[in-house]
């Protein structure tokens, strides 16, 4: 039987492995190109058009859906959005930290069943996760009732369809993409280099300061860009949990495909995220790069 | 020794804080799932009174057809993908593992994982007008393979990472041809991680609405779960939904120990 | 090892096989028929085809835009029935996606009220068939306001014990026409002044916003979330079955007329079955059965009278006439204006 070059490991000549990872990735990447990267270079294409009164494409060049962006509605909705991402990144991070040090420093035993017991409610249906939150958030809710009968308040306090119910929202639906990469960028630390540290007399917090964070920061990068960009395309939380009553860039997108049928403008808008994504992702690449070089990423 | 070295350089006033906060964080991540088990069974289905206990909102749910039709599409949607994502991954997996790391065409893979759904979904439903497909479920089958599969890739990398490569090379020096190595080799060693690919696959392309809504043909025929579960919750408070949690909870925390169990035994 | 690389193609085309037999999308042997959800009985469908043969499956979608946004993409393939709303019914005839009805096949058309034959975004019906009409106003708990409102501006402007329970309705044209009608302007208007002054009134009325809800503000109202919203007649219909304190009132300023339509794509593979389902709707006594079950009013003058007239005193707004209907201002599309309402809408709910 003879053996096709393309199938896995094997031992060619002539710069074998380079081939063979050549083979191996055509078929994935190759996936990745036609339904990843060329429905977002077409998309790229359509922002640059204009739109036809009741939809579609008019083939007249134009810059005009970027500059839209750029007027003070559309821009303001943008920082909106970035800022309610960026809460929800900032709280996740600071309540995943902890969470995250503590299962990745427990007993090994502990480890595994503390990471699975994080991860699980990711398991359940994202929809229905944020329908929890209707029960338990609105005026006649689980919360509102509790604090009613315990006679804390008189008055049911507005809880649900705010800004607060959406970050809350995300912060929940997100925990576990911030938690898992902590975890991942943790348990990595070498016992060595913390045993250097604190032989050079480093105390807890310091040597978490100047040694933990710094190293565990590829970890942190990765999780934040996870939670970040989901918040900041997300709609359904802003519709279900805001009650419609905050527009994120998201719903404009949505709204520009289904509701307004403007698709060149939504692609625009699209295209804007990418942009931060794209942004986002060469920060990161210059993270790990960096911690390739000092060493303490694999 | 049991303890992580970073643990012992905690005293012990930090290890109980972090102990605190993480009870409270798994009460927060909890406790709304436990809530909508609780809720399931109440008769009034309201979270304002409790009606007495009773399936009753179990019966709803099974003799709710078009539930029913769209677990059914659902199930059908996720077979294929697990199946492209999964192949798909690994290939992927074995390909970056292999030769010198590139911090770029990480980061190339990570676009699929990464990039918002919306954006996407929006893209695919742009790519697949311009090319006038006529949308059904197999087009939520290829747009949600995409992104499932660079996070399939991920789980078989960590895995890939605590694998000692010199037995391939021991193989192929044994004489054994590329299939022989990789089917008798390199599989077995990583085989818990394509399981946990495959379940991960599984339980995304189960869970995702908004590609496959932006994907979907006409018509309950390409009607998948959590697009009926929107179309419910946007109805209002339905008290079927609680039983539809309760059981999701059930079905993957079974999963997961079937998943933990098989990737225990497939342990070399 | 060989074998097993043999088994392991087969194994693989075997899979692609089933694959494509699952996943593929059938040629369309049946109809398919977009409607909201809940909007007509659940069996509606299953008798159809019982009398007439022909296989009839059932999409849903949340509003008109959604269902708009489909069918621009897709050409309207796929789909044979849908029902949209009067000024839809225009902007789908204008882009080419829906056919020209056969006036011979659906007979039933004759069962209709004259206005409902002579309707100005269709006269003569000669693309869309009335389902349901009806008009919107305000749908409130009538044991927490009193006085019952009669305005707009009382919805807009609530007194302080409501600040905080009033919803209205998210979809660009309702949302605009409580704000134009509140000044005394027209529901389709154009002019940028009066635009502008809704788009004001309509951002401060957003600080005393419970939430902007087009599908669950009768469910508010029953649990007590919301004491006054902005509601379509036959919608409000559904709270008051829960809680007789329920009412629903057309404020003094007026409101508009809609009318919710049945229409046949261009795409449609089927049109005589697409055809063939209108008619079967229009037969008085499945009409009446979709009045009673969906407690809107419809169009159909044979089933409306058959109707027992212990619903129209449960539900007042169903007695409402076709004349007193007419009164009220039709909605019409608006061509390019379209994209200044989308895009004042986009300002008011965006605002602080």
């Known amino acids: 039987m003879t053996v096709r070059a393309g199938t896995i490991p094997v031992a060619a000549p002539a710069d074998p492995r ?15 190109a036609l339904f990843l990267v060329v429905p977002c270079l077409l998309i790229g294409i359509y922002s640059l058009f204009e739109r036809g009164t009741y939809g579609g494409i008019e083939w007249n060049f134009t810059f005009e859906n970027f500059r839209r962006a750029a007027d003070p509605l559309y821009f303001g909705i943008l920082i909106k959005s970035l800022w ?98 902590l975890y991942a960028a943790i348990s990595r630390l070498g016992a060595d280099l913390i045993e250097a540290s604190t032989d050079l007399g480093a105390d807890g917090w310091r040597s978490f300061r100047r040694i933990i964070l710094p190293l565990t920061l ?43 049928r403007d698709w060149p403008f939504g692609a625009a808008l699209a295209f804007i995220l990418i942009g931060i994504m794209m942004g986002l992702l060469t920060l990161q690449a210059f993270l790990i790069n960096r911690a390739r070089r000092i060493g303490t990423y694999d | 020794m049991t303890d992580h070295p970073v643990a012992r350089l905690q005293s012990r006033g930090t290890r109980r804080w972090l102990k605190g906060h993480a009870a409270l964080v798994y009460l927060f991540l909890y406790g709304p799932i436990a809530m909508l088990a609780v809720l399931s069974f109440n008769d009034s289905g309201l979270p304002t009174s409790w009606g007495g206990f009773s399936f009753r909102w179990y019966g709803e749910l099974l003799r709710n ?23 798909g991954g690994t290939l992927l997996a074995l390909g970056l593992e292999q030769g010198r790391p590139s911090t770029a065409l990480d980061s190339f893979v990570m676009v699929p994982m990464i990039i918002p759904d919306i954006v996407l979904a929006i893209a695919l439903l742009s790519f697949y007008t311009t090319l006038q497909f006529t949308l059904g479920l197999y087009s939520i089958v290829l747009s949600q393979s995409v992104f499932v599969m660079a996070f399939a890739a991920a789980v078989v990398r960590t895995r890939l990472r605590n694998f000692d490569r010199s037995i391939l090379e021991a193989s192929v020096d044994l004489g054994a041809d590329g299939w022989t190595t990789f089917w008798r080799v390199t599989l077995p060693a990583i085989l818990p991680g394509v399981i946990a690919a495959a379940l991960l696959s599984f339980t995304l392309s189960i869970d995702d609405f908004v590609i496959a809504y932006f994907s979907a043909g006409a018509g309950r025929s390409s009607t998948t779960f959590p697009m009926q579960i929107y179309a419910m919750i946007r109805f209002g408070v339905t008290p079927t939904i609680n039983a539809i949690a309760t059981i999701l909870v059930l079905v993957s925390v079974t999963l997961m120990l079937t998943a933990q169990r098989l990737a225990r035994e497939a342990q070399p | 090892m060989n074998r097993n690389k043999w088994l392991g193609v087969l194994v693989v085309v075997a899979i692609v096989a089933v694959g494509a037999f699952l996943l593929w999308p059938r040629p369309p042997a049946k109809i398919v028929i977009s409607n909201w959800d809940g909007y007509m009985p659940a069996e509606l469908l299953q008798n159809f085809t019982k009398e007439t043969g022909i296989e009839a499956e059932l999409a849903v979608h949340a509003t008109n835009e959604e269902i708009m946004g489909k069918v621009t993409a897709g050409g309207g393939k796929g789909y044979d029935v849908l029902f949209v709303s009067s000024p839809f019914v225009e902007a789908l005839a204008k882009q080419g996606l829906i056919a020209e009805l056969d006036p011979g096949k659906i007979p039933n058309l004759a069962n209709l009220y004259p206005e409902a034959r002579a309707l100005a975004y269709d006269p003569n019906n000669k693309y869309s068939v009335p389902y349901a009409w009806g008009t919107t106003g305000i749908c409130y708990r009538s044991d927490l306001v009193s006085p019952a409102p009669t305005s707009w501006m009382e919805l807009l402007r609530p007194a302080d014990t409501h600040k905080g329970k009033v919803t209205m309705l998210a979809t660009d044209r309702w949302l605009m026409a409580a704000g134009l009608k509140a000044l005394g302007y027209s529901v389709n208007s154009t002019n940028p002044e009066e635009i502008a002054q809704a788009k004001a009134l309509l951002i401060e009325a957003k600080q005393h916003l419970l939430a902007y809800d087009d599908t669950t503000f009768y469910s508010k109202l029953v649990s007590g979330e919301a004491s006054m919203v902005q509601a379509w007649d036959g919608w409000c219909n559904y709270g008051i079955a829960e809680n007789a304190a329920i009412k629903f009132v057309v404020p003094r300023e007026g409101s508009d007329m809609w009318v919710d339509t049945m229409v046949v794509t261009a795409a449609s593979g089927n049109r005589d079955g697409a055809m063939a389902f209108i008619d079967y709707v229009l037969r008085p006594e499945v009409h009446r059965w979709v009045a009673e079950n969906i407690l809107y009013k419809v169009p159909n003058q044979v089933a409306m009278e058959a109707l027992d007239p212990a619903l129209a005193q449960q539900y007042p707004n169903i007695a409402i006439s076709p004349a007193e209907l007419m009164a009220l201002e039709q909605l019409r599309d608006l061509g390019d204006a379209q994209k200044t309402y989308t895009q004042t809408v986009t300002e008011i709910t965006a605002s602080q």
């Open chain 1, 18 to 32: 380079a081939r063979e990872r050549l083979l191996l990735l055509a078929g994935p990447l190759g996936w990745i």
């Open chain 1, 84 to 181: 309610i991402a960026g809460l929800a990144t900032a709280i996740a991070l600071l309540v995943g930290y902890p969470a995250a040090f503590l299962i990745a420093t427990s007993p090994e035993r502990w480890q595994k069943l503390l990471l699975v017991l994080a991860v699980l409610p990711f398991w359940t249906n994202y929809l229905i996760r944020s329908y929890a939150w209707i029960v338990i958030l609105n005026r006649e809710g689980a919360i509102n009732n509790l604090l009613r009968g315990l006679g804390l308040t008189s008055e049911p306090l507005p809880l649900l369809y705010n800004e607060f119910a959406i970050v809350l929202g995300l912060v929940y639906a997100y925990l576990p993409f911030m938690i898992l990469p």
């Open chain 1, 218 to 260: 590829p970890g942190i990068a990765a999780g934040s860009i996870f939670v970040f960009v989901y918040s900041l395309g997300n709609f359904i939380t802003p519709d279900l949990l805001g009650g419609g009553r905050t527009v994120m860039v998201g719903n404009l997108i949505y709204d520009q495909f289904l509701t307004a």
């Open chain 2, 65 to 87: 057809p078009a539930i029913l039709h769209s677990v059914a599409n659902s199930l059908v949607v996720a077979f294929f993908v697990t199946l492209i994502a999964t192949a």
